[in-house]
């Protein structure tokens, strides 16, 4: 049976922050959501609206607060409170005869509605801070043997690994976060070329550090989740006392606590069959990036003698009519926009000889230009466009080759003099990033 019906069911939760009412809704729901008291307690229609008053600065009738609550009730997100009412009249019983709690669904709903309310566009690095934290996490571990799992205290262990994915879950967010932030920022034409060469220079430096990070984590973290066997560590860990629902079934637990949990561990470090790592991806992505950088460069180099966009202008453009006075602002309008007031001296136009009801056939033959005849298009053929000499950008690019490359050869002949030697020696930088790449490469190789 497919699923989607009751999909669509769930997804009606939704709908309340994007209808003509969606401020008044957000208020309520937020008379429910704030701190801690709402989630258990049940309210009349009566003592939301005095809340909306006093803590939101929204004045509402009690008659639509009860509106807004039913509404609310319908989609999901509040259901109406089983709890028996006491009234000492009629009307304190029409006012107070329905109370209203918040459901799972909607703390759910509203939760990720003040996230995406309170977001900003502010570009945010990825936590490769995580890594050291995941590997010292599976390193712990690792350590357990039969004997030390039988005495593990089963909370501990389980907040052991609910800490491994925590840390985890924050690495993979964070990486989606600034991927997204950053397709944004290559696909703008607005920015000037200073500002985007100051940009693309922090930012290539920053995606080169990030690559190594994550070039050197990932031979290690692979290794630890080769050998870890999660579900000794499961087992052990969701052997304390269990919340178990209505239903007989056990609560969900945190994130990392069952199987599926640990494959998307595996999958984003390792890969699955027919699909290689995540985090290949995440440096492939990096690689993107940068021939994205290197081609908007081109772009602003080719355009020395105009403008990338219209950005500037349009603001500059406002700024004139912010500073003009009512008869200025009417002859800028005219000359900007080519408009006018619709006061035209003219004589009348004799009819449309081919009206829009006439038949082709009966119509007389249309004038149809030689270049739309032949080419299909309108416009008329020009001079080619120049030619664009990349000479001294590629004379550039082998220069700062050639320095890499002596760099990396300086830095191997200091590998091969100290060749043999396990202490009492120190690498400099070139050197030391060297030997990490190389040590990568061999555990490739071997298969890790």
Request: aromatic residues 8%.
């Amino acid at each position: 049976m497919s699923a989607a019906p009751y999909d669509k069911l769930r997804l009606t939760a939704l709908r309340y922050a994007v209808n003509d009412e969606a401020e008044q809704y957000v208020a309520v729901m937020r008379v429910f959501t704030d701190g801690t008291a709402g989630l258990l307690s049940d309210l009349s229609a009566r003592e939301v609206a005095g809340r909306l008053g006093s803590d939101h600065g929204v004045e509402l009738e009690v008659d639509v607060v009860d509106a807004r609550l039913s509404y609310l009730v319908q989609s999901g997100n509040l259901a109406r409170s089983p709890r028996e009412t006491e009234a000492k009249s009629i009307r304190e019983y029409l006012t107070t005869r329905a109370r209203y709690q918040l459901t799972q669904r909607g703390e759910l709903v509203h939760r990720q509605v003040e996230e995406l309310l309170g977001a900003t566009d502010e570009v945010r690095e990825v936590s490769t801070e995580m890594l050291a934290g995941i590997l010292s996490g599976l390193r712990t571990l690792q350590a357990y043997d039969a004997a030390g799992l039988t005495e593990a205290d089963p909370d501990l262990l389980a907040g052991q690994v609910a800490t491994l994915f925590a840390q985890f879950e924050r690495l993979v967010t964070s990486t989606r976060q600034f991927y997204a932030n950053l397709s944004q920022v290559l696909t703008r034409y607005d920015l000037g070329r200073e500002d985007f060469q100051a940009y693309k220079a922090a930012l290539i430096d920053y995606l080169q550090r990030f690559v190594e990070q994550v070039a050197r984590a990932m031979p290690q973290v692979g290794d630890l989740l080769r050998a870890l066997d999660p579900q000794p560590l499961l087992a052990r860990a969701n052997s304390g006392a269990r919340l178990v629902g209505v239903d007989g079934r056990a609560a969900r637990r945190s994130t990392g606590l069952s199987d599926g949990d640990w494959d998307d561990l595996r999958a984003w470090f390792l890969g699955a069959a027919g699909r290689r790592s995540d985090a290949e991806e995440v440096r492939a992505l990096a690689t993107r990036a940068m021939k994205a950088l290197f081609v908007n460069l081109r772009r602003l180099a080719a355009s020395n003698d105009r403008e990338v966009s219209r950005y500037a202008d349009l603001v500059r453009l406002a700024r004139w009519f912010d500073e003009a006075d009512d008869d200025t602002s009417a002859a800028l309008w005219a000359s900007a926009f080519g408009l006018y007031p619709c006061r035209h001296i003219g004589f009348i136009a004799d009819d449309d000889p081919a009206p829009a009801t006439s038949s082709w056939w009966r119509a007389p033959v249309a004038d149809v230009p030689v270049m739309l005849r032949v080419s299909g298009e309108r416009k008329a053929a020009g001079a080619t466009a120049r030619r664009e000499d990349f000479g001294a950008v590629k004379a550039r690019r082998l220069r700062e080759r050639a320095v890499a490359e002596a760099e990396r050869s300086r830095a191997l002949i200091e590998l091969q003099q100290v060749a043999g030697r396990v202490d009492g020696f120190e690498l400099s930088e070139p050197a030391r990033v060297q030997l990490l790449e190389l040590h990568a490469r061999a555990l490739s190789a071997a298969g890790g």
